[in-house]
């Protein structure tokens, strides 16, 4: 399982919503893709693709804030 996935690094101003992003993302190919997921990065830091296992990931010092 030597298989490396693709880690994507957000900024607090990419989460839609609360603190969440969709995969697959816009930058995607869309021959590519899979159903649309929403994958929460609030509650953790990152969250985890079902579908391809892409990360999505906070940048260092990233804060989503809560009570918008």
Request: net charge positive; aromatic share 6%; glycine share 14%.
């Amino acid at each position: 399982m030597s298989e490396t996935k693709a880690v994507v690094e957000l900024a607090a101003a990419d989460l839609l919503g609360p603190g969440v992003v969709h995969c697959p993302n816009p930058k995607m190919a869309q021959w590519s893709g899979h159903p649309k997921v929403f994958i929460n990065v609030a509650d953790h830091g990152e969250g985890r693709c079902p579908y391809c296992g892409t990360v999505y990931r906070l940048k260092a010092g990233e804060k989503v804030g809560h009570g918008h």
